[in-house]
């Protein structure tokens, strides 16, 4: 994921990188989501497809809100799968999370509109139970 000081300044280009690394981790979630079914783990295969959900819902909130500036969303079809085993998850999906949290912390304190403000906050609410409790259903409608 990219470093958290790689944020663009201005509100489409910081929707538009967002929109790429949510989609990295939507590919994440649904690929251990994936090994967890197969490895008949029920919890894993339960939190791993609620952190896909949320994520999910990151991606088209932040490409609404790009459309909502007129602006047309990147095919993001090129975004590189992450990879992931199953064994030891945990690890590796809490600095990803933490990762975010970062990127959504310094997106806050950039000068945006009110509205991809408060989309980005939303976010960062969400990412930060993430980050807490690896498990999803964060996400406000």
Known sequence: MSAPSALPSDAAGL???SRAREKGQT???RALAAQAVAAGDDDATERLND??????HHLSRLTARLLEL???PR???AVPAPGGELE????VA???EEDEVRWYEDAAALPLDESTRATLAAILVSER???EALRGKWMSS
């Open 94 to 96: 809490r600095a990803r």
């Open 88 to 91: 030891g998850w945990e690890v």
């Open 27 to 29: 590919l994440f979630y």
């Open 51 to 56: 952190l896909h959900a949320d994520e999910q």
């Open 15 to 17: 929707l538009e990188a």
């Open 70 to 72: 007129g602006q047309a």
């Open 129 to 131: 139970h993430h980050a």
């Open 75 to 77: 095919d993001l079809s």
